[in-house]
């Protein structure tokens, strides 16, 4: 039974869908309407903003639930079902769904960098590359995750992704730090197959006109294969989400608030990814972790393996990760260079 079926939390998911829809047309529209270098100093105010309303909207759910728990005749009825706790559960698994989604983001980090060198957009136009390849993400997670809520009540499905995040998390283990090379790509290849290609950067244009035709700027390419890799990662974050918490509700807003902040963090971290190069490590062990939830681990704890235990290992490997990553990168530079 789902805590908060869409038949009677529609007008949540409008609401919720109207408020990014009006922090995005004020992120936009006002905050970031002429085009400029975003600095570390505005990406890091920008990444705390996004991250505070994440736990401010955190905090506020938390209270909504245990308010419409206690009024819902159905789960009232339920024996033994105390309202305060399933508001408490639902609140962690917001939060550590965000926690995952915002830690497996970081790969798409790596993917913004080498797209933007390979395409030789200019930091002055990134945001606004990011900005609709944002929106455009938005679009296909909550498609991705409204497909999720029916597959994922298939066991057969369950540990098919659950596999499948195994196995990638393996893959991105022993990949290392291997830097990525888009010249050989299947994809920008066929993209330079499919559009009539424009060199140059025009601006902030995704589109010029030449000789009475319409080309596409690099700027378009960086976007629609941003948006490509982003449907490629969704497959492994959506269903990690689904391993936390049985709740589209939860699922949906949680991914979303992840993916908000993505820009800025994006900005904030791109120029010192490379001292973070044992981050890999720590995500590849949140998919296999994840994954191994979804196989066995549940079923071994009665079907819900302890949500605080979850955000406490995601955590960890985390945070261990980028422990490592700074120790060694210190250690690094002082070594003498001869």
């Known amino acids: 039974m789902t805590l908060f079926p869409f038949a009677e939390y529609w007008t949540f998911y409008m609401g919720f869908i109207l408020l990014v829809m009006t922090i995005l047309a004020l992120d936009l529209g006002i905050f970031h309407k002429d085009a400029h270098e975003v600095s ?3 990406a890091s ?4 903003v996004w991250i505070s309303i994440a736990l401010v909207f955190n905090v506020l759910f938390y209270k909504f639930a245990q308010y419409r728990f206690a009024l819902d005749v159905r789960l009232m009825a339920i ?12 609140a962690l698994e917001f939060l550590t769904g965000y926690l995952v989604e915002k830690s497996l983001a970081i790969d798409n980090i790596f993917i913004f960098a080498v797209v933007f060198s390979y395409f030789a957009i200019p930091r002055i136009y990134q945001h606004r590359v990011l900005f609709w390849g944002i929106l455009g993400a938005l679009i296909f997670r909550a498609l991705f ?26 893959k991105m283990f022993f990949a290392g730090t291997e830097k990525q090379n888009l010249e050989n790509n299947f994809f920008v290849r066929q993209l330079k197959k499919v559009f009539r290609i424009h060199p140059f ?5 995704f589109f010029w006109k030449k000789n009475g035709l319409i080309y596409v700027t690099p700027l378009f390419l960086g976007l629609i294969f941003i948006e490509l890799t982003d449907i490629i990662f969704a497959v492994d974050s959506v269903p990690a989400i689904f391993a936390l918490t049985k709740e589209p509700l939860i699922v949906f807003t949680s991914n979303i608030f992840a993916i908000l902040g993505l820009r800025s963090m994006y900005f904030m971290l791109g120029g010192v990814m490379e001292k973070f190069v044992y981050i890999k490590y720590g995500l590849a ?6 994954g191994s939830k979804m196989v066995y681990l549940n079923e071994v704890f009665g079907g819900k393996f302890p949500i605080s235990w979850s955000l406490a290992i995601i955590a960890f490997l985390i945070g261990s990760s ?3 990553s700074v120790i060694m990168d210190r250690r690094k530079s002082k070594i003498p260079h001869h």
């Open 145 to 170: 995750i409204a497909m999720g809520s029916v597959l994922m009540q298939y066991k057969v499905v369950v540990i098919f992704f659950g596999v499948l995040l195994i196995a990638t998390g393996i």
């Open 201 to 205: 950067i025009e601006k902030d244009h």
């Open 79 to 90: 024996p033994g079902f105390d309202p305060n706790e399933a508001a408490k559960q639902s």
């Open 40 to 42: 570390f100093k505005e």
């Open 45 to 48: 105010l920008w990444t705390t």
């Open 285 to 290: 062990g949140v998919l296999i972790f994840v």
């Open 322 to 324: 980028i422990v490592v």
